[in-house]
């Protein structure tokens, strides 16, 4: 069946240095992908998405790449900071579904 | 997200007993949805509701019922709660935008669910 996996489960970065998330999907047919920050106590907060024609898309301080042929997809975060602490979803958006499959999260800490 | 609100925000209950998750949404969307959050496990789909007399099973439906009872609030039952029901419990909406691809859900704050 569907699935979306991530790599790492914790990730450390210095602060001011980047960071990469990495999240493999395996349903050739999602044709939608996400990233969601979880900050403690809180719900998931979109942060930016992809759709499957495009390969790489960028935000404020973050960017989103998508590998079709590998099914991989990354989140980068630039000069990360204290505030960028969170556990990292990614989603995936099944063509026809209509529905999000989430991975199980990677827990992203920012050190001093 | 302010414009999702979830109700209670913590909750303890005990085994057997008839509990009701309250959900609602300003921002106007058609589409409700309930997640349940387990440490390690991401989020899991419990019931999604596209429109108001739309309701569709999630892949962890067993234990659960929902009532939409408006296009604003989407509301989750657990009938006869048990311990392995003790998880964090998310609402979200989306916008049924008819553009292919694009359903990005916004989540509500969670209820943070103990049964003893």
């Known amino acids: 069946g569907e699935s979306v996996g991530l790599h790492l489960p914790t990730l450390s970065v210095q602060e001011g240095d980047n960071s990469i998330i990495n999240c493999a999907y395996s349903n050739s047919a999602s044709d939608y992908f996400i990233w969601y920050k979880q900050e403690s106590g809180k719900g998931p907060q979109f942060i930016i998405d992809i759709r499957s024609n495009m390969d790489k898309r960028q935000g404020q301080r973050v960017t989103v790449l998508l590998n079709k042929t590998v099914k991989h997809l990354s989140l980068q975060i630039a000069a990360t900071q204290p505030g960028d602490s969170a556990v990292y979803f990614c989603?995936?958006?099944?063509?026809?579904?209509?529905?999000?499959?989430f991975g199980q999260g990677t827990r992203l800490t920012i050190n001093p | 997200d302010a414009d999702v609100t979830q109700t209670p925000r913590n909750r303890i209950t005990k085994t057997g007993k008839r509990i009701m998750l309250e959900c609602s949404q300003t921002k106007g969307h058609d589409r409700m949805y309930w997640y349940r959050q387990d440490p390690g496990l991401g989020l899991r789909l419990i019931y999604y509701s596209f429109d108001v007399k739309d309701i569709n099973k999630g892949e962890i439906s067993d234990g659960y019922s929902v009532s939409r009872q408006a296009q604003a609030k989407f509301s989750l039952s657990l009938e006869s709660a048990i311990p392995n029901q003790t998880a964090l419990y998310f609402c979200?909406?989306?916008?049924?935008?008819?553009?292919?691809?694009?359903?990005?859900?916004?989540f509500g704050p969670g209820t943070r669910l103990t049964v003893l």
């Open positions: 979200a909406t989306s916008d049924l935008s008819g553009r292919r691809g694009t359903d990005t859900q916004y």
């Open positions: 989603a995936e958006n099944i063509g026809g579904a209509q529905k999000l499959v």
